[in-house]
């Protein structure tokens, strides 16, 4: 090789080799480990889960528990007698127990404080006491113990901050306000946001009681109460399906049919229950809604030969009787489930209680299998008749 091309080759080689350099300096470095608390403490357990997905509890020396949630927010719960590490990761949000004074802004997680025990935890509600049906959080505001704070997307600020808040907690709705969050978040008020609502199986909602648990100091309770529900379920194992169709839906004040989609929770209870929800594929399954309106004529040709009705009394007022469904719409009447007197309402707590979703379960495997179930044996259903028909 000539002398100017050896030198040529020699330039080629050193360049290629600075220009290696530059874009290895220029690469962003890999991305720290989001697990752990960043102080090199390793877990000593984790809680067990078994239907839950989005969100874990790892537990350290100390008593110290860190949840984290499937948006990757975390908190690190304290006990009164311990103090929080040093050299915290970034992002930890570090709770002191005892966690008090809670702006609640998740309506379902009422029913789980009150099965903890704990609703004294619970300082202001995003509901006012006429919106709640159930009882113990309605005689809570009423007697002053919890106050209104405010709907989710606009709180007393004012008030809550009178009173110095320990936690808000929001469901995903604050996605539609983050300016909420931001703003509490500001004012030195950590927000966990429930994703409850994102549990694949119905369970996994029930199943986040054991994260309040830890945040009220009480995990046995919660995992007794979720023990319970799991055992419905259970008692349900090895049971052959019933092939028996079901709709559940209710009338708008429009006149739509509002049902829901197929992939959501309540066509999965109706599954697990042994019966077949009457929509197969109804619904955008990437869509965040659940409900799904129709028109009347729509639903009909699709639901009137359902074995079952379930009426969804929560979000359209009860019903007494057979007529008072008929008289929402006449097509009601040629209905299968109503000429056969399988037509059943859901109570008004049907969405505000998430502790009794395994005795729903319960409640509509009962209504598919027996006869005619006595009113005591079901919590969340009850039979619609006929009024001329009597009891």
Request: contains cysteine; proline residues 5%.
């Amino acid at each position: 090789m000539r002398a100017g091309a050896a030198r040529r080759l020699a330039q080629v080689v050193v360049l290629l080799q600075v220009l290696v350099l530059a874009v290895v300096g220029c690469a962003p470095a890999a991305p720290a480990d989001p697990g752990g608390l960043g102080n090199g403490w390793a877990p000593e357990s984790s809680l067990e889960l078994r239907y839950a997905q989005n969100f874990s509890v790892d537990y350290y020396a100390g008593g110290l528990a860190l949840i984290t949630t499937s948006d990757q927010d975390r908190f690190l719960v304290v006990p009164p007698d311990q103090e929080a590490p040093t050299g915290l990761a970034d992002g930890i949000v570090v709770l002191r127990q005892p966690i008090e004074r809670i702006y609640l802004a998740a309506t379902a997680v009422m029913s789980l404080f009150i099965a903890l025990d704990a609703l004294d935890a619970i300082g202001f509600s995003a509901v006012q006491a006429d919106g709640w049906y159930l009882p113990q959080a309605k005689a809570a505001m009423e007697a002053g113990r919890i106050a209104y704070g405010g709907k989710y997307s606009a709180p007393d600020y004012e008030l809550i901050l009178s009173q110095t808040p320990g936690l808000a907690i929001e469901s995903m709705m604050i996605s539609h306000s983050p300016q909420v969050k931001e703003k509490l978040e500001s004012v030195g008020i950590p927000v966990l946001v429930d994703r409850s609502s994102y549990e694949p199986h119905p369970l996994g909602r029930t199943e986040w009681i054991k994260l309040y648990g830890v945040l009220t100091g009480q995990s046995e309770r919660a995992a007794q109460v979720f023990d319970q529900q799991a055992a419905y379920l259970d008692s349900l194992a090895g049971q052959p399906a019933s092939g028996q169709t079901v709709a559940f839906f209710h009338i708008s004040s429009a006149g739509y049919v509002v049902t829901r989609r197929s992939g959501d929770y309540v066509p999965k209870i109706i599954e697990l229950a042994g019966g077949r929800y009457i929509f197969s594929n109804l619904g955008d399954s990437d869509q965040a809604t659940s409900s799904v309106n129709l028109e009347m004529e729509q639903f009909y040709s699709q639901a009137n030969q359902a074995d079952h009705i379930i009426y969804n009394a929560t979000i359209a007022g009860q019903l007494s009787s057979l007529e008072d469904l008929v008289a929402l719409n006449p097509l009601l009447a040629d209905f299968k489930a109503v000429q056969t007197g399988q037509v059943w309402v859901t109570d008004q707590d049907f969405y505000q209680d998430m502790t009794g979703l395994g005795q729903l379960i319960d409640d509509v495997h009962q209504m598919l299998t027996a006869d005619d179930p006595a009113p005591d044996q079901l919590h969340y259903l009850h039979r619609l008749r006929w009024a001329d028909a009597g009891p």
